[in-house]
């Protein structure tokens, strides 16, 4: 009875021990299977790697730091590393991105509003001048600004400045009546040196007899109150400038490009009816 149980305890014993070396042995396989398939992946997606960090270096400030600490830590390697990789690859995805937006100061530079189909009208070229600046010489650098404002080429008007298109040698008064009915529209600038200034005064009657009631007369207050405006013009609606100068520059051009529209549509108009 005794050497049986011995029998079966070595057979029992030789059964573990053959266990023990095959699963070694199954171990060392699977251990080899793993690292070749490892290899594969190191060899196949650090290639990838490396062909996107010649394209897109990585401008992570702290690579230096990862990589000392992937060399002395082989359990960090992966959480480092991937660290790293998300943050220049969500940098490099921000500035792709913001690469393909539109500049807004290119597009709003382009798409500039056209002209009014009225300043390329018939109606508009029978007379030379679209606005005639009437002011006083004290007040050359306040016309100066109103002209550049309208003649500038988002706005396309034809102004008369008396400095610049007067032609020397021409009587003053003749010049002056001249520039009334050269223009579709005058602006008046009234202000103190205006109303102290005889030429001024005689161009505004010239005005007032050449259109007494219309919306060619435009009288422009600045640096006086609406109640000191000659009594000729106070039954006209003015555009006050001391409020607002840009504003009022813009009524200005509003008012004459309604004139010319209102003129070109009679004109249309009549012709229709005479056919």
């Not at 001048?129 to 007040?139: A, E, I, M, T």
């Not at 001024?200 to 219309?214: D, N, T």
Request: aromatic share 8%.
């Amino acid at each position: 009875m005794q050497a049986e149980y011995t029998c079966s305890q070595m057979t029992r014993l030789l059964y573990l021990q053959t266990s023990f070396i095959y699963l070694k042995i199954w171990g060392n396989m699977e251990k080899n299977r793993v690292s070749g398939i490892m290899d594969w992946f190191r060899q196949h997606f650090g290639k990838q790697r490396n062909e996107l960090d010649q394209g897109n270096p990585c401008k992570c400030p702290q690579k230096d730091h990862f990589a000392l600490r992937n060399s002395k830590s082989s359990s960090g390697n992966h959480t480092y590393t991937a660290h790293c990789e998300t943050s220049c690859s969500g940098e490099s995805s921000v500035s792709s991105a913001s690469s393909s937006l539109p500049s807004k100061k290119s597009s709003v530079s382009t798409s500039e509003s056209p002209l009014p189909a009225v300043l390329s009208s018939s109606f508009r070229s029978t007379l030379k001048f679209d606005v005639c600046l009437c002011h006083s010489d004290k007040d050359i650098d306040q016309v100066r600004s109103l002209a550049s404002f309208l003649e500038a080429p988002s706005k396309g008007l034809r102004c008369y400045l008396l400095e610049r298109d007067c032609p020397p040698g021409g009587a003053v008064s003749t010049e002056l009546l001249q520039a009334v009915h050269d223009s579709h529209c005058w602006v008046l600038l009234i202000t103190p040196n205006f109303l102290k200034d005889d030429w001024c005064l005689y161009q505004m009657h010239q005005v007032l007899s050449e259109g007494p009631i219309s919306q060619r007369i435009i009288p422009t207050v600045l640096n006086i109150p609406r109640s000191e405006l000659p009594q000729e013009l106070r039954f006209v609606f003015s555009v006050d400038l001391n409020r607002n100068i840009e504003g009022g520059y813009n009524q200005v051009y509003k008012t004459v490009i309604h004139y010319l529209k209102d003129m070109l549509e009679k004109e249309e108009s009549c012709n229709v009816a005479v056919r």
